[in-house]
């Protein structure tokens, strides 16, 4: 199998082995295999956050393919939910709504599965998984063993966590807790701007799916076989956070928004007193999408004889126009990154995982 066919940039060369372990039983069972092999090994969901080498996986790659959504407790104000790894993540996000679960629905239209979500800590429209998101279940490379991980000890941050940063392992299922109240308090400008409130309402979050889906499928950010601009990984870049300084030397159109500093890591020995946290310096988010238009790319750019673009409807999405190989979307993404850095000083982080390419 060619992983092309597997992951929605439709990049990536052949596969040595393919699974697709349907129980949980199945994937742990697989994974472990895969290990033992001391092979390659690849794991994916709906390959949405990927770009695989044009040379692909000599060893197995995993299709996680196990489903279901069970109800761990519910009481007068939540509900925990054990999901599995391979239920599709739009999937859960549909039944919450419909269930009156709150905590999800701005992620409505998301692609993947809801096992790579921690991954890099899904978010959009004002929510991220981690403000829901108790703990995984974790089969650990290093030590070959199954546990339950709360979330705290994932390191989740914008866009990242210790899984992304290098943690290997898979998440077998994942475990949420959503408020039964029904209600969304809108926390994003251009969602308040669709539903026609202030930012702060709180509206139904039935409201909130109807409402983000079509803002999605605007930007090529649903994953629709119609919408050539969906042939994508989504957003290709993080929005970088620069420090205050920096960012005033920006000029001043520049988009950009505070964000809450990040806790440093402390390493404290067992019984003794947390260290007052050192002053970090305010930080300063920038549109990906804002510096890179400003550099001179637009929407639909291209290399010359590249089949890889810039979507025409995102500045921040590169899409394969049909034909294009890993290579062709990572020469583009370089080439993005070199004009930002040279035009503004800023280094763009790609937000897809490459696999066995260097972008
Ligand atoms: C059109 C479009 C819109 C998007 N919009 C958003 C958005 O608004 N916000 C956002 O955050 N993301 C967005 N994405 C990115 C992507 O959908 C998410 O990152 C999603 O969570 C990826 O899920 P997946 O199952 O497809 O992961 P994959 O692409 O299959 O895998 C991504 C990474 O996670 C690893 N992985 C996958 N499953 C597991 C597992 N069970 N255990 C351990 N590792 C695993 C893989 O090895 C890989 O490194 C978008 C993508 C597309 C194509």
């Known amino acids: 199998m060619l992983l092309s066919e597997v992951t929605t940039m439709r990049v990536g060369g052949p596969a040595g082995s393919v699974v697709r372990p349907v129980s949980e039983g199945e994937l742990v069972a697989a994974v472990r295999q895969a290990w033992a092999s001391g092979e390659e ?22 299709l996680v393919s196990n489903r279901g959504i069970e109800v761990l407790s519910a009481d007068a104000t939540s509900v925990r939910l054990r999901v599995q790894a391979g239920e599709p993540w739009d999937a859960l996000v549909a ?12 992620l409505s239209g998301i692609p993947g599965s809801s096992g790579a979500g921690p991954i890099q800590n899904i978010g959009a429209y004002g929510q991220e998984l981690s403000s829901v998101l108790v703990a995984v279940d974790f089969l650990d490379y290093l030590s070959g063993e199954l546990s339950r991980l709360p979330a705290v000890e994932l390191g ?11 943690r290997e392992g898979v998440v077998v299922a994942i475990e949420l807790e959503l408020a039964v109240s029904g209600e969304s308090v809108v926390a994003f400008p251009q969602l308040a701007e669709a539903l026609g409130v202030e ?23 649903l994953l629709d076989p119609s919408d050539p601009n969906s042939v ?36 404290v020995p067992l019984g003794s007193a947390l260290p007052a946290r050192p002053e970090s310096d305010d930080r300063v988010k920038l549109s990906a999408a804002w510096l890179i238009e400003h550099s001179g790319i637009g929407r639909g750019f291209s290399l010359p004889g590249s089949r890889a673009a810039i979507s025409s409807k995102h500045t921040l999405a590169i899409i394969n126009r049909g034909g294009a190989t890993a290579e062709e979307v990572a020469e583009l993404a370089r080439y993005i990154e070199a004009m930002v850095l040279s035009r503004f000083g800023v280094h763009l982080v790609p937000e897809p995982v490459a696999v066995g390419l260097q972008i």
């Open 232 to 267: 994508s990984c989504g957003s290709f870049f993080t929005n970088p956070v620069v420090g205050e300084n920096f960012a005033r030397g920006l000029p001043p159109d520049a988009l950009r928004w505070p964000v809450e500093p990040e806790p440093e890591d402390v390493a």
């Open 199 to 221: 930012l702060g309402t709180r509206v139904p979050i039935a409201l909130v799916r109807s409402s983000v889906l079509p803002l999605r499928a605007a930007k090529g950010m």
């Open 41 to 62: 090994w690849l794991v994916l969901g709906g390959g949405s956050n990927v770009v695989v080498s044009d040379a692909g996986i000599d060893g197995t790659v995993i």
């Open 156 to 166: 989740l941050g914008y866009r990242t966590s210790a899984l992304k940063r290098g």
């Open 95 to 106: 039944h919450a709504v419909d269930q009156g679960w709150a905590g999800i629905e701005a």
